[in-house]
């Protein structure tokens, strides 16, 4: 081969490993929401119980892998590109969601799930790039503990839903 030979795919298994797993857990979580909605489970079961924290630990497990994949793409600075590339088919794909469960759904469509969470988390996670690593546990912490002190009905508001913000 010459100049054009193949290179080693820089790609680190792990990571992808976790995303696939991720991704089938995801699967089997929303099998279990259709099986309630289609009447072969009691109403609640997906979102009470063992199925709630199982649903959160997925939603946590994209978020930091998420946020582990930002740092290992741009660890040497922001590739715009192919940055603004992701984000760009992230929050079409949520848009997409929207305006679905908008149409199949009009008094339960999403307008903040996990694809909205990525695309906003992606835009904050920027700030955190070259930031020291004491910062972003910090900030972490505090966005962790947030919900527990910041409570309010302002945050219910129509045009914070892109934010996942409410009381």
Not at 32 to 37: A, M, P, V
Not at 104 to 110: L, T
């Amino acid at each position: 081969m010459s100049g054009t030979e193949i290179q080693a795919s820089r790609r680190i298994p792990l990571p992808d490993a976790a995303r696939g797993l991720a991704l089938l857990a995801m699967a089997s979580y929303h099998f279990t929401w259709d099986l309630e909605f289609f009447g072969y489970l009691e109403p609640g079961t997906a979102t009470q119980g063992l199925w709630k924290l199982y649903a959160r630990g997925i939603a946590s497990s994209f978020l930091f892998l998420v946020g582990f994949s930002l740092v290992l793409a741009h660890i040497h600075g922001v590739r715009w590109r192919s940055f603004g590339k992701r984000l760009g088919m992230v929050a079409a794909s949520a848009l997409a969601i929207t305006a679905v469960t908008s149409f199949a759904f009009p008094g339960a469509a999403i307008y903040f799930g996990i694809l909205h969470a990525i695309a906003v988390s992606s835009l904050i996670g920027l700030v955190f790039l070259r930031l020291p690593v004491i910062v972003t546990l910090i900030a972490a912490v505090a966005a962790i503990a947030a919900p527990l002190y910041l409570r309010s009905p302002a945050f219910d508001g129509f045009w914070l839903l892109w934010l996942g913000l409410a009381e």
